[in-house]
């Protein structure tokens, strides 16, 4: 092994030393760089550096001869098919982001179990030398729709702070069972975890509460058929996990084929059972300026369901960016 010269990229302007090694070499240790820089062996332009240096693009930085350990394993070879699989899934993609349209049942990331999920996919859209895709927010593996990738670190934490200081726009689409009352609102109701692991569940709690966490969406009735299902367009303002599945729940009108939630009411005889809630779309500020904004078609069991009870969804409209 021998000296390597790595360059700072526009993407990791004012990046931590510490934190550009954790990247880039995620098995060396804190301590271990604190023995390189105090020796001299990781320098910056040249110069010796701390640990919590601050980069600036076009800066060289001088990497050791380091120990195998210290590198990641290669990734194995994407299989060519769970890759054509996830490039059928895009719906927009630039140099800075893509948008995928999750199939239901699809998992977002890993946990116990799960062997396929979308994390594990995007090893098959790394570039050649460049960063593996990352997930920006994720969705409930039975909800279906818009999922959004950073090309880049850099690209991944500006829209995750745009998550974070709600500046991106969710739109939902579900079928629940019933018909809420009043036809359209806000939902203002707290939530708590009960339970650990896959059993856990979230349940509506009193404001005050201990765990509770505050959770609010808002709903709109766009179609029904008598008072026995509706189409609802939800917006989530906050982002609790399950937030809009219990916050339905809580109107007297659960998602149709929920898993988890509303019981045998969610299920009925005749439809999918599987979950009828669409990620329909996502209006975000672009990293590049502007904003993008980008709609999901529906997934086979909603249109299944939309035709027996005769809702019209329309055209998927193209993704559209303004400035």
């Not at 995007?122 to 997930?135: A, N, S, V």
């Not at 850099?154 to 745009?162: C, E, H, M, S």
């Not at 929920?258 to 500020?285: I, K, N, Q, S, W």
């Amino acid at each position: 092994m021998s000296v390597e010269n790595r360059i700072v990229s526009e993407d990791e302007a004012d990046l931590r030393l510490d934190r550009w090694f954790r990247r880039h070499y995620p098995n060396l240790t804190q301590g271990g760089l604190q023995k390189l820089c105090r020796k001299g062996q990781v320098r910056v332009d040249g110069g010796r550096v701390q640990p919590n240096k601050r980069l600036n693009p076009g800066q060289s930085i001088r990497i050791p001869p380091l120990p195998d350990q210290s590198r990641p394993a290669p990734p194995p070879p994407p299989n060519p098919e769970l890759v054509q699989q996830l490039r059928d899934m895009i719906l927009y993609e630039d140099d800075h982001l893509i948008v995928l349209n999750k199939p239901s049942g699809l998992a977002t990331q890993g946990g116990p179990g799960i062997t396929v999920h979308v994390d594990m996919m995007l090893e098959g859209l790394r570039p050649e030398g460049g960063d593996k895709p990352r997930l920006v927010h994720r969705i409930d593996r039975d909800t279906s729709g818009i999922l959004l990738l950073a090309r880049t670190p850099g690209v991944a934490a500006k829209l995750a702070a745009a998550f974070r200081g709600r500046e991106v726009s969710k739109t939902y689409w579900a079928v629940v069972v019933g018909r809420p009352s009043p036809a359209e609102g806000v939902i203002d109701q707290p939530l708590a975890k009960v339970g650990a692991g896959g059993a856990s569940l979230i349940v509506p709690v009193s404001r005050g509460e201990e765990d509770a966490m505050s959770a609010k969406s808002s709903y709109e009735t766009l179609d029904a058929t008598g008072k026995r299902f509706s189409w609802l367009a939800l917006s989530p303002w906050t982002g609790r996990t399950h937030q809009l599945r219990v916050h339905t729940e809580s109107l007297g009108t659960p998602i149709l084929g929920d898993p988890r939630y509303g019981g045998e009411t969610a299920h009925v005889e005749g439809f999918p059972d599987r979950l009828h809630l669409h990620a329909r779309m996502l209006e975000f500020p672009h990293p590049a300026g502007g904003r993008l904004q980008v709609a999901a078609p529906l997934p086979p069991h909603m249109r299944e369901t939309f035709q027996t009870l005769g809702f019209i969804a329309g055209d998927t409209p193209a993704p559209r960016r303004t400035r």
